[in-house]
């Protein structure tokens, strides 16, 4: 089970951070995703991390405004989101696919199987 939390309302320039905490299950080897669907718009691809190693993956959107990265020992994920733009404005996803997936795989919503309930970002202008 994944429980994403952290949304709120912030102003154009503000920050806000992400929590995913997982339960249930043990995170090994997959990676975990934050993914976001703005309304009238498909889902996503925001940002992952592979649990294990900690290597990270950004969407060109949010390169240089967003960070993720884990707490291994809380089994808890972040979304640290600094430079916050309207266009920003969603639903906030964290996911986890069913295992392991290569590169190019990392980016495709469809891809991941596990999804959190959601979080609201909103950014005014």
């Known amino acids: 089970q994944l429980q994403a939390s952290g949304g709120g309302l912030v102003q154009t320039g503000g920050s806000l951070r992400l929590s995913c905490a997982a339960s249930?299950?043990?995170?090994?080897?997959?990676?975990i995703a934050w993914l976001r669907q703005a309304p009238g718009k498909d889902r996503e691809f925001v940002a992952a991390?592979?649990?294990?190693?900690?290597?990270?993956y950004y969407a060109d959107a949010v390169k240089g405004r967003f960070t993720i990265s884990r707490d291994k020992a809380m089994n808890t994920a972040y979304l640290q989101m600094n430079s916050l733009k309207p266009e920003d404005t969603a639903v906030y996803y964290c996911?986890?696919?069913?295992?392991?997936?290569?590169?190019?795989?990392?980016?495709?919503?469809?891809?991941?199987?596990?999804w959190g309930q959601g979080t609201l970002v909103t950014v005014s202008s």
């Open positions: 991390i592979r649990w294990s190693e900690g290597t990270t």
């Open positions: 996911a986890a696919p069913r295992g392991r997936l290569i590169v190019s795989s990392i980016y495709g919503p469809h891809h991941y199987t596990y």
């Open positions: 249930g299950r043990t995170i090994n080897n997959t990676p």
